[in-house]
T-cell receptor, first 112, second 115 residues
Framework: GQQLNQSPQSMFIQEGEDVSMNCTSS?????WLWYKQDPGEGPVLLIA?????ELTSNGRLTAQFGITRKDSFLNISASIPSDVGIYFC????????????FGEGTQLTVNP | EAQVTQNPRYLITVTGKKLTVTCSQN?????MSWYRQDPGLGLRQIYY???????DKGDVPEGYKVSRKEKRNFPLILESPSPNQTSLYFC??????????????FGPGTRLTVT
């Protein structure tokens, strides 16, 4: 299946800094999801987006569904050590029915 | 607590010995799915089910079987495991809304090693 282009692959930041990561696709998506995965655990849903242009927040996290419907970004403000983990984007193409396509993840490291 | 559970969490087995990984969800979700996660390959879908007695192949179904006899359970069966099936496996479930399958909720994972 198609892979999403997620960037950056990894980030090393200082506590308190803001973080931004994004995903792009060559196809039009009707759903964008952002997950966080801690080592040895399953992905946990952070934010779900369903409409082009939609901007949704969950605490210090904000995500947007791109106007072109081919991209999405996730921002984390004022990062803290527990933000460490792998962040995945996932999207559902209009024509895919139920299938989710996943990005390869952004490994975030936060230095105290 | 709404959740997806998987058992076992860790399993080491030998080539050819049949095994089953169970998955159960308590959210009354119609949709359930199995993924495997491998370094450099990300999450890949193995099988999915839109409802009881309805299953379909994902991207990497070879060597796996599933069944959906009850809404809450979706076991993954490896009839004759091979070393290339060593991986981290996740079960996920989702409600089906008017617009289709949307957000998926994942279980904690099963780490399988086949020697």
């Amino acid at each position: 299946g198609q892979q999403l282009n997620q960037s950056p692959q990894s980030m090393f930041i200082q506590e308190g800094e803001d973080v931004s990561m994004n995903c792009t696709s060559s196809s039009i998506f009707n759903t964008w999801l952002w997950y966080k995965q801690d080592p040895g655990e399953g992905p946990v849903l952070l934010i779900a987006l369903y409409k082009a242009g939609e901007l949704t927040s969950n605490g210090r996290l904000t995500a947007q569904f791109g106007i072109t419907r081919k991209d999405s970004f996730l921002n984390i403000s004022a990062s803290i050590p527990s933000d460490v983990g792998i962040y995945f984007c996932a999207g559902q193409e209009e024509t895919s029915g139920s299938r989710l396509t996943f990005g390869e993840g952004t490994q975030l490291t936060v230095n105290p | 607590e709404a959740q997806v559970t998987q058992n076992p969490r860790y399993l080491i087995t030998v080539t050819g010995k049949k095994l089953t990984v169970t998955c159960s969800q308590n959210m009354n979700h119609e949709y359930m799915s199995w993924y495997r996660q491998d370094p450099g390959l990300g999450l890949r879908q193995i099988y999915y089910s839109m409802n009881v007695e309805v299953t379909d192949k994902g991207d990497v179904p070879e060597g796996y079987k599933v069944s959906r006899k009850e809404k809450r359970n979706f076991p993954l069966i490896l009839e004759s495991p091979s070393p290339n099936q060593t991986s981290l496996y996740f079960c996920a479930s989702s409600p089906i809304r008017l617009a289709g399958v949307r957000e998926q909720y994942f279980g904690p994972g099963t780490r399988l090693t086949v020697t």
